[in-house]
């Protein structure tokens, strides 16, 4: 009886392993082979009068307004989802939507991963602000570039520095200690800062380096823009970078920058456009941090549409391809009329230039579609 | 049990296959959770591969958690997980035990039991988040006003915070198993202690405490299992930073509340893979946990 129940249980053990067995490789497997051809293909997804994207959640508000109005003028439904530029990237890859958005351009393994050539559309730009906390202090405070690095970098740890008072002559600052303020999730944003300070600082740039997620060496981490601002607000001595449209909305101080030209540019919309007004490469993928622009606000970046360049794969229509590329014109010229009510800064006119060349370059079966 | 073999009982086939039908269904139902947990810890496995071959054991120890030069380690994230965890039962369980004494001894029946009964529980039927939420704006000012009595720096933030919030979380699981099993002792017991002049006080320690450890032990296990793998409260009052805690003041950062951040944005396969690997190590600390407290209420268990 007990050799028997233990052949039994043994048995029952081999069983349940295998079936786990089957079950993870099985899903692992059917998620391998997806890339390519997809069952879910956007050739599918009802009629060509409705357009799918996906990616950045910092876009989401402009494209909004944006795909309504283009609604009304031309009847083309877009539905966006606001998952994250890497989530848009992701699903761009699958061919499950017919354009993403980044605010970074593609790593070089999401380029392999892609397979084919991914054409870069700016669709705005959006500047990122020092805010912080200093109830007392009236007067804007000014930064410069190594005075920035160092307070993230944990080196100077209270208000009333020798390096900050250098650089605000005549302005009381507090003896409060520092807090920074850092994002805890992964974000364009972060990607924006940190190529700004990686570009101006070299101790930044061995020490911890840029991207969506680093190993910040000082401050607490906050979920989002809104965590960031949270964290700032309820801190007193708080500094952290946020979105110049969270800073508006929620009324909070924010720093004066000192740019590559030596001045000091206060963020907002003007700013943030006259730094992409210049040379800009074909491909439009370039970080603006640091800008060469006189009068424009170093810490600032693109936000881009990602479109496959040749618009012929998974049966997609030649219709369908010509409504995509249509939004997007309308999108970079008329469309750009709704950036400042929103906070965003509106394309220069270099970036335009750029970005109707871009589009000009999608083709179908070979041949341009504009 | 012999004598039942002997008796022949006339079943109709029907009975027979019903019998057997059931008893079919009722395994293969249980062996299929069995199979959908094995498989889980399959696909973990499988998935933090590459992150397994780049780091192996130094994964466990590494002190840095850095994505842009591709260099991880879980040791600030473990320290976090089991600091906040175990901090939020010791505070929560004075309470947890208080509550469940007073409602399985003093007031087992009534209204006024009823109510006391139905709060606690809905502490646990709270979402998470609204947890944090409330930790966000409303505990966080007061251990901030704290920390400027102690002279610490004053986030507010940290440690100490999410433990306290945690520790309001986990007491209604340790506190309903606790008052379940102290309304099983036999009032027999209790009356034989009373008749021999013991007032309640001595009872409940003499008496009721020792009769229901293990029940007492197996709440307060689960409560540790519930802290461990909490994300959404804690990420919020943590502080997210990848420093090692070096007060309970300090900010710091748990495994889950990692995983819940970075996931979405985890571009690179290595990155990905070590926040897998990052999930797979907290499974294993939640197993080897819960096999260390079954062990534990083993030794306490009166037969």
Redesign the interface.
């Known amino acids: 009886m007990k050799i028997k129940s233990k052949i039994k249980n043994v048995f029952?053990a081999v069983?349940?392993?295998a079936?786990?067995?089957s079950?993870?490789?099985g899903?692992?497997g059917g998620s391998g082979n997806n890339t390519g051809s997809d069952s879910t293909s956007t050739s599918k997804s009802g009629d060509d009068e409705t357009l799918l994207g996906a990616g950045s959640t910092f876009i989401y508000p402009l494209f909004s307004k944006q795909f309504s109005v283009y609604n009304q003028l031309t009847g083309l439904k877009i539905n966006y989802q606001s998952?994250?530029?890497?989530?848009g990237?992701l699903q761009l890859t699958n061919k499950t939507v017919d354009f993403g958005d980044s605010d970074a351009p593609l790593?070089e393994?999401?380029a392999q991963k892609m397979g084919v050539p991914v054409l870069h559309i700016p669709m705005c730009s959006g500047a990122v602000v020092i805010s912080y906390n200093l109830p007392e202090v009236k007067d804007t405070v000014k930064l410069t570039p190594d005075v920035i690095a160092d307070i993230f970098l944990g080196k100077i740890t209270k208000w009333d520095d020798a390096k900050i008072i250098a650089v605000n002559p005549g302005v009381k600052l507090p003896a409060t200690?520092i807090?920074v303020a850092h994002r805890?999730?992964?974000?364009g944003t972060t990607n924006i800062f940190t190529d700004y300070l990686s570009k101006v600082n070299d101790e930044w740039q061995s020490k911890?380096?840029?991207?969506?997620?680093?190993?910040?060496?000082?401050?607490?981490?906050?979920?989002g823009n809104e965590?960031v601002s949270?964290?700032i607000k309820?801190?007193?001595g708080g500094i952290g970078y946020i979105e110049l449209a969270y800073a508006i909305q929620n009324k909070m101080a924010y720093a004066k920058i000192q740019n590559k030209s030596g001045n000091y540019i206060t963020p907002n919309i003007a700013s943030t456009s006259a730094a992409s007004n210049v040379q800009l490469p074909a491909d439009s993928k370039i970080f603006l941090g640091n800008t060469d622009a006189a009068e424009g606000y170093p810490i600032s970046g693109f936000t881009w549409a990602l479109i496959y360049q040749e618009q012929n794969y998974n049966n997609r229509s030649r219709d369908r391809a010509q409504n995509l590329l249509k939004l997007f014109w309308w999108n970079i010229n008329d469309g750009q009329q709704y950036c400042e009510g929103l906070h965003y800064a509106p394309l220069s006119p270099a970036a335009v230039t750029v970005a109707e060349a871009i589009l000009k370059s999608a083709t179908y079966d070979g041949k341009p579609i504009l | 049990m012999d004598v039942w073999k002997s008796i022949k009982i006339k079943r109709s086939l029907r009975q027979i296959h019903t019998e057997r039908f059931f008893k079919t269904s009722l395994v293969l139902i249980a062996l299929s959770i069995l199979v959908l947990v094995v498989a889980f810890m399959f696909t973990l496995i499988l998935q933090s591969m590459p992150s397994l071959k780049a780091f192996g054991a130094s994964f466990l120890f590494g002190k840095t958690w850095d994505p842009v030069h591709n260099i991880y380690g879980t040791y600030p994230f473990l320290l976090g997980t089991l600091l906040t965890s175990f901090l939020a039962l010791i505070i929560s369980i004075p309470f947890s035990f208080a509550v469940a004494i007073f409602l399985g001894e003093y007031y087992p029946r009534g209204w006024f039991s009823e109510f006391l009964k139905n709060s606690i529980e809905l502490i646990a039927a709270v979402p998470s988040v609204i947890y944090g939420f409330w930790g966000l704006f409303v505990l966080v000012p007061m251990v901030r006003s704290l920390e400027i009595k102690l002279g610490v720096m004053p986030y507010g933030i940290g440690i100490f915070t999410s433990a306290l919030i945690l520790a309001i979380m986990i007491i209604p699981y340790a506190a309903s198993l606790g008052r379940e099993m102290i309304r099983m002792v036999p009032s027999s017991l209790k009356e034989a202690a009373y008749s021999l002049g013991a007032t309640r006080y001595e009872i409940i320690r003499s008496v009721i405490l020792p009769y229901s450890k293990s029940g007492l032990l197996a709440g307060v296990l689960l409560s540790l299992g519930r802290a461990l793998g909490e994300t959404m409260a804690v990420t919020m009052v943590i502080g997210n930073t990848s420093l090692i805690p070096k007060s309970i003041f300090d900010p710091g950062n748990t495994m889950a509340s990692v995983i819940a951040n970075e996931f979405t944005e985890a571009a690179s396969t290595l990155y990905l893979s070590s926040l897998i690997e990052l999930g797979l190590v907290l499974f294993l600390v939640t197993v080897v946990i819960n096999l260390i407290g079954k062990k534990i209420i083993k030794r306490f268990t009166t037969d």
């Not at chain 1, 998952?83 to 989530?87: D, E, H, K, L, T």
């Not at chain 1, 911890?208 to 979920?223: C, E």
Request: charged letters at 10%; glycine letters at 24%; one cysteine or more.
């Open positions: 029952l069983l349940v392993l079936f786990a067995g079950i993870t490789t899903c692992n998952i994250g530029s890497g989530g990237i790593t393994e999401q200690s807090v805890s999730d992964g974000s911890v380096g840029k991207g969506t997620s680093v190993n910040w060496p000082a401050g607490l981490g906050g979920k965590g949270g964290l309820q801190t007193p």
